[in-house]
């Protein structure tokens, strides 16, 4: 028999977050999510949705709890073994972080090289991709001359490329017209059904209401499972009563 | 020479166009210390050799030219009776006035100055000399005879060039020391010009090695591209130094020419002060980045 809590792709158990000595923008946060699952991170602007995402994404230490990626608990596993964890997390940054100097193409081909891919697979992989988010044309186009809506999807092929186990996007689709938001939305879900893990940070309560997934919802620096949301919030809650469970 | 594809636009840097000046001025700097190191050490050896091994008998003059003669003879002869003793030969007035010439010039000076005879000894190489007991011997035989065995003056020379050695050796480790400085100043400053990009690297999961590998690898082309700039200002002023050396008039002073070997130890500081650079920048990257989350 399987157990569940092996199945999760990443826990947090009262996890809380204060930047030096400012007061918490995290309290006590307690999930788990499972492997192919798909959630909606919302809240209100300066809920922590952000900070949330970097303790996932591991640019940020938690202040205390205790955050387990991938059955791996991040404060005691040796700095040297993070990077091949990270490798499995794909990460939209809200503000794209492309590296200017680098084209398209290379900025997409980065998680490859950095796992130490070959050149030819390199370019098959990234050149598919690239056609697939319709900048096939625009391969050797540096950030800085690509449009908003360009860079947003540059940057989520990037964070795709490796199919990643956890995909972690913060507002993916801020920058995008509805048609290409539900294009990349759809791409989400097909990497969702290859069995990655998605959690995706909106203020598009729109987007949320159109596809069926639970809800991570965020206020004042506390979790909360949204128990209205469509789609599979009863794991998530069975989840944490688990991740609650195991605690004590 | 070293064109990879780098994630970090180091290139582009304003400190990566100084660094190699930088690193030139240094190599030349220390290219002219290595060069006197070793052609100083070079001249010790040869003075120690060359000179350590003889002594010589100085005879003052009686004012007669025959009593001088059997005065220089009784000398050699109780010299040669020595058993640590293998040459003993009088200096002709000759080759003393040969001797003298660079001080004195060529005038008639042996008729105004009343120069002492001079005795060349050489001694078996480690062989057991009594030296007080043989200068009281001689001076019994020839009254007034010393005898030099240059040790006195061949210390201060050695202690000179000694000092003179340690003070080339430090200017050696003081170049190196400012090298490492220097780049771990430019290195710094990279990582804080390039620490968005940095940032992403690390979080799409790339090794510390992998980002300070391509500061590495950027500090190694720089620090030859100066360290031959540097060689190739300092070769030229080693020949002019060396030229005017070749044009001194000094019986003491050895050939001061590099040899092959000096010139491949001179040769290979470009290729250490880019190991040096190279060494540096991955150290200071990977101590930096040790300090990320």
């Known amino acids: 028999m399987t157990n569940d809590a092996d199945d999760c792709v990443i826990q947090f158990e009262n996890v809380s977050l204060r930047y030096g000595l400012g007061p918490e923008v995290l309290q ?38 205790l955050v387990t990626l991938f059955g791996r608990d991040i404060a005691t596993t040796p700095r040297r073994q993070l990077p091949a964890l ?20 290379d900025n997409v081909a980065l998680p490859l090289r950095v796992a130490g891919a070959r050149e030819d697979e390199v370019r098959r992989h990234v050149v598919e991709l690239l056609s697939w988010v319709g900048l096939k044309d625009h391969l050797d186009a540096r950030p800085p001359t690509l449009s908003g809506g360009q860079q947003q999807r540059v940057a989520i092929a990037r964070a795709v490329i490796v199919r990643p186990t956890l995909l972690l996007a913060d507002e993916p689709t801020g920058n995008i017209d509805d048609k290409m938001a539900m294009r990349l939305m759809h791409l989400f879900e097909e990497l969702n059904k290859l069995g990655t893990a998605i959690v995706i940070a909106t203020h598009n309560e729109n987007l949320v209401g159109r596809l069926v997934h639970s809800c ?20 998530l809650a069975a989840n944490l009563r688990q991740s609650s469970g195991n605690a004590a | 020479m070293f064109a990879k594809r780098t994630d970090l636009p180091l290139d582009r840097d304003a400190l990566s166009r100084y660094l190699p000046w930088l690193i030139a001025f240094m190599v030349y700097m220390a290219v002219l210390a290595l060069a006197g190191l070793l052609v100083l050490a070079a001249m010790a050896r040869y003075w120690d050799a ?48 040969a001797l003298l010439e660079p001080w004195l010039g060529t005038a008639e000076v042996s008729a105004d100055l009343p120069l002492p005879r001079l005795v060349d000894v050489e001694v078996e190489p480690g062989a ?39 003070l080339a050796a430090l200017v050696l ?48 082309t720089l620090g030859l591209r100066g360290g031959l700039i540097g060689l190739a200002l300092a070769v030229p002023t080693l020949l002019g130094i060396g030229s005017l050396a070749r044009h001194m008039e000094a019986g003491i002073m050895p050939n001061l020419t590099l040899t092959l070997t000096h010139w491949l130890a001179i040769v290979s ?21 040790a300090r990320m989350p």
């Open chain 2, 173 to 220: 480790a003081l170049m190196c020391s400012a090298t490492v400085g220097t780049v771990v100043f430019t290195t710094r400053t990279g990582l804080a010009i390039h620490h968005d990009v940095i940032e992403v690297l690390h979080l799409i999961g790339a090794h510390d090695g992998y980002i300070a590998r391509q500061f590495a690898q950027r500090a190694l």
């Open chain 2, 50 to 97: 060359d000179v350590s091994g003889t002594m010589t008998v100085q005879i003052p003059p009686t004012g007669s030219a025959a009593d001088d003669d059997k005065r220089v003879r009784a000398a050699v002869i109780l010299l040669l009776g020595e058993p640590a003793i293998v040459h003993a030969e009088a200096i002709t007035e000759g080759r003393l006035m």
């Open chain 1, 28 to 65: 006590d946060v307690s999930f788990a999510l499972k492997s192919a699952s798909f959630h909606f991170l919302v809240g209100p602007s300066g809920a922590g949705k952000s900070s949330l995402l970097r303790l996932m994404y591991l640019a940020l230490k938690p202040s205390r709890g």
């Open chain 2, 269 to 289: 500081l470009p290729l250490l002060a880019a190991a040096i650079a190279m060494l540096t920048a991955r150290l200071t990257v990977t101590r930096t980045l």
């Open chain 1, 216 to 235: 991570l919802r965020l206020d004042g620096g506390r979790l909360e499972v949204d128990e209205t949301a469509r789609g599979p919030a009863p794991a």
């Open chain 2, 128 to 166: 057991d000399l009594d030296m007080a007991g043989l200068a009281r011997r001689l001076d019994a035989a020839v009254p007034g005879a010393t005898l030099d065995d240059h040790r006195i003056w061949l210390d201060r020379l050695v202690r000179l060039v000694r000092s003179v050695e340690a």
């Open chain 1, 86 to 105: 990270r490798r499995r997390v794909g990460v939209v940054f809200q503000d794209f972080r492309l590296l200017p100097h680098l084209s398209a193409f």
